[in-house]
């Protein structure tokens, strides 16, 4: 879970020897966004700051009904955080919320260091982990359509008219050029992006009728972990968010069934628009797949948040209804909190239940195929892929018939 993980950051820095940037938090508890949620997203944000290479000394929170227009928190908390930044020679703050290229200014003002948001700071990551042409050019998109309504806060010395012989007069100024530049880069890019997709698009045409599986899911759920178990392959994996950017296919044989199996990139809250935008023909795997691997982190605490944030993205891209099983990964980190026999006041909540208690809930129902596993440690696993064996023959069966005497039950 994001909250562990964070404890144990500051222990993982001093056993390398990469350099981190000193980094500070910032973050509002608002009506929309209780101190636990306020608690949570920062967990988060906190991973992403260590996944991107900065090292978080101190989170500051305020309560507010609404961010400040101008500084996004108020001018007392604000004077508390240059007092610390001056002190601790901070190199960047990160704000949980996106900033307005008004309120990015007025704070770098302030504060004398870089200040990025929760959008700037996932960019950044993905920048870091694209690997193949094509993940670097959505990303490059994404960057550039984050970029445009900033350019005048960020640059503001290319607001002046140009001077010199033969540059008096009506014309461009600095700033009206260079967001041209940047409009013509992004149709560029958008033009790229589309040959590719077209390219991508007669790939998967050749693949055959093979039944295709997709792995979806929130960010560091395990996918690429199970994908490498179940495929004998090696994907790139790691305990940092978005390990895997690029859609990776694999040929996948269980028992006498072939299939296709592809991992895709993860998702989070919060997710910034230019990213949904650019990565959705990443996720055109996930729209032609004949089944779903719903991989969820049952050891983090808000799973069932992270299920309806995947769901609602599967919905945007018309993939909500497609057969689906849920496998609930990293059973072997799961930890129940423990209510003591003598406490009288203290509740049972969802914190409090076993699995064997959350196997009694909605997963228990007919209507949802689940499945519990450790993709790590390899529990369940025989179980894990009779399950995948059934439903991929089910689907086969259906598209070849005369298929049906091959595959009559599952055999190792």
């Known amino acids: 879970m994001f909250c562990t993980f964070a404890k144990d950051i500051k222990s993982m820095l001093e056993k390398t020897n990469l ?6 938090l910032v973050g509002l508890i608002t009506q929309q966004q209780d101190q636990d949620k306020s608690k949570e997203y920062l967990d988060e944000l906190e991973f992403l700051a260590y996944t991107a290479g900065g090292e978080v000394l101190k989170r500051f929170v305020q309560k507010m009904e609404m961010p400040n227009p101008k500084t996004f928190i108020g001018t007392g908390k604000m004077e508390e955080v240059r007092e610390f930044v001056e002190e601790n020679d901070i190199g960047i703050a990160i704000f949980d919320d996106e900033l307005s290229p008004a309120q990015q200014k007025n704070i770098e003002k302030i504060l004398q260091c870089k200040i990025i948001d929760r959008t700037n700071l996932i960019l950044d ?8 042409s094509y ?16 350019l005048a806060g960020m640059w503001t010395h290319l607001e002046r008219q140009r001077g010199g012989i033969g540059m008096r007069g009506p014309g461009e100024t600095e700033i009206e050029t260079d967001r041209r530049i940047v409009r013509d880069r992004i149709a560029l890019l958008k033009k790229k992006i589309k040959t590719i ?4 698009s007669v790939q998967r045409g050749n693949r055959g009728a093979l039944v295709r599986v997709a ?17 004998k392959s090696k994907v790139f994996a790691e305990n940092k968010l978005f390990a895997t950017l690029d859609t990776t296919v694999r040929k996948v044989v269980i028992g006498n069934l072939p299939f296709l199996l592809s991992d895709t990139v993860g998702f989070i809250r919060k997710l910034p628009t230019q990213l949904v935008e650019s990565f959705k ?38 993939s909500a209804d497609k057969p689906t099983i849920m496998v609930f990964n990293k059973i072997d980190a799961y930890q129940a909190e423990i209510i003591d026999k003598d406490d009288l006041v203290t509740k049972k909540t969802k914190a409090h239940y076993s699995l064997e208690d959350w196997r009694r809930t909605w997963m228990n129902s007919k209507e949802v195929d689940t499945i519990f596993v450790s993709a790590l440690k ?19 069966v259906s598209r070849f018939p005369y298929n049906h005497f091959l595959y009559d039950e599952y055999t190792e």
């Open 125 to 132: 990551i993905f920048a870091q982990r694209a690997q193949t």
């Open 135 to 150: 993940a670097r050019t959505q990303v490059e998109l994404a960057q550039y359509e984050y970029l445009l309504p900033r």
């Open 378 to 396: 390899k529990e369940n696993f025989e179980e894990f892929r009779k399950l995948v064996y059934e439903k991929v023959k089910k689907i086969h």
């Open 215 to 231: 792995l979806v899911g929130y960010t560091n759920v395990g996918k690429s972990t199970l994908m490498n178990v179940i495929s």
């Open 281 to 318: 023909s990443t996720l055109d795997e996930v729209r032609e797949a004949d089944l779903l691997l719903h991989v969820v982190d049952i050891s983090h605490p808000s799973f069932e948040d992270h299920i309806a944030s995947v769901n609602k993205i599967l919905d945007e891209i018309d």
């Open 197 to 200: 997709d077209k390219q991508m």
């Open 19 to 24: 350099e981190y940037e000193k980094t500070i």
